[in-house]
């Protein structure tokens, strides 16, 4: 089942690089225009950690997030019930 992705990274129109979240200048190139692009294919996790200590409001006792990387290498943030369906 594919699901419908809320982020949106930027690729910069002259050297390619890929920027999450916005800039209004390419980091690399200085170059000002950009194209859009959404998370396309699976997901690969790269990394996950697991927060023991939460600031007052949480109801919940931990929070597991990760870095996943998409099959067209845009890296984003992803929380807990989003990893066990990645991984």
């Known amino acids: 089942m594919k699901r419908e992705i809320a982020i ?24 000002c225009e950009f194209e ?19 600031p007052w409001g949480f109801d919940q006792r931990y929070l597991i997030i990760g870095i996943a990387e998409f099959e067209n290498h845009i890296k984003a943030m992803v929380r807990s019930k989003l990893i066990r369906s990645i991984s």
């Open 8 to 31: 949106t990274a930027y690729k910069c129109k002259k050297c390619g690089k890929i920027h999450y979240p916005y800039h209004d200048r390419c980091l690399v190139c200085k170059n």
């Open 36 to 54: 859009l692009l959404k998370p396309e294919g699976n997901a690969r996790l790269l990394a996950y950690t697991a927060i023991f200590n939460l």
